[in-house]
């Protein structure tokens, strides 16, 4: 597994990949890299004319690349279902599904459910995708379900009593990281009932480090709101000194999606110092997102707020 990169992926012609949040950042990365692969790559965005500049581009680059797309917006569970049902209504298998997309640094916001913004995009809105397209999966030979988290989960809580903060403070921070523990526990908690039903998909998760990305840059956000404008400069020297480039920080989630000796359950993230950068290991998540009672509260209560049904059996 020493420094494995993205041509060390398998050729992937005859396979369906999805990719949410696929116009920018790790998202557009993700795709690239599948794409030079030869997979059938779908990518699901919420902005079409973004979504439409992104594939051209990558078709530029790269002429016969397979690539479609597909409207979602995460923040809407009516959008969420829509858009699986189209999915299942064009391919009858996905082989590999990317819960890359993701929000930070928003002032208190809800989405079209009522649920907190952050919270609402990053967990529920993938948990409800991933069950709406789990037919799909079911019906690929080996699939695999890649969940991307960040290292800020480690010091995140979840109060299952609170958690669209309707009771606490807002704090843009803490809902990031709260919701980046949602996903790793949603993982692990996928993967523990796909293995009690039998069925052929792996559930697992990767973290990117700190990578070059838009979603990097409005990470000032989260700061008071006195030490906003030094953000500019933080980016200017992290850029230089610390974040990888997306094509590195991609590495973890093409590894999770590709590697035969990725196991379920598992999270990948960067082999470097505090995993911040450096090529694809597996990686140790924080205790409470290895706790399975919680992760276990944390599944009955999304699918009692998404309305949700698995098809498990």
């Known amino acids: 597994m020493s420094r494995w990169t993205a041509s060390d992926m398998p050729d992937l012609h005859g396979k369906t990949v999805l990719v949410t949040g696929a116009n920018a950042g790790l998202g557009l990365a993700t795709v690239q890299a599948f794409a030079a692969r030869r997979a059938t790559v779908v990518m699901a965005c919420r902005d079409r004319g973004k979504a439409e500049r992104a594939r051209d581009g ?11 797309l597909l409207d979602l917006d995460l923040a809407d569970l009516g959008s969420v279902q829509r858009a699986a049902e189209r999915f299942r209504a064009q391919h009858d298998a996905l082989d590999i599904l990317c819960n890359n997309a993701g929000v930070l640094g928003l002032p208190l916001r809800h989405t079209r459910d009522g649920f907190e913004m952050l919270f609402g995009v990053n967990h529920l809105g993938h948990f409800a995708f991933t069950a709406h397209l789990l037919p799909a ?30 009771a606490r403070p807002y704090r ?6 709260q919701s980046k523990l949602a996903n790793l526990l949603f993982m692990r908690e996928l993967h523990r009932r796909l293995q009690v039903a039998g069925l052929p998909v792996r559930s697992v998760a990767a ?7 838009e979603i990097a840059d409005n990470m000032g956000a989260l700061l008071p709101k006195a030490l906003q404008p030094l953000w500019k400069y933080v980016i200017a ?10 094509a590195m920080g991609v590495l973890p989630t ?5 590697d035969e000796t990725v196991e379920g359950g598992a999270l990948y993230g960067p082999d470097g110092w505090f995993q911040i950068r450096g090529y694809p290991k597996p990686v140790q998540p924080s205790a409470r997102a290895c706790d399975d009672a919680l992760g276990r509260a944390l599944w009955t209560q999304s699918e009692a707020l998404t309305g949700v049904t698995w098809a498990f059996a």
């Open 58 to 68: 990558v078709l530029q680059a790269q002429p016969d690349a397979r690539l479609e």
């Open 137 to 166: 999966l079911r019906q690929a030979a080996a699939a695999r379900v890649v969940t991307v988290s960040s290292i800020t989960h480690r010091r995140a809580r979840l109060p299952m009593d609170d958690l669209n903060w309707v």
């Open 172 to 177: 843009k921070a803490a809902a990031y990281g």
């Open 207 to 213: 973290h990117p480090g700190i990578a070059a990305t």
């Open 237 to 246: 020297i992290n850029n230089r000194t610390l974040a990888q480039p997306a």
């Open 254 to 258: 093409l590894f999770a999606a590709t």
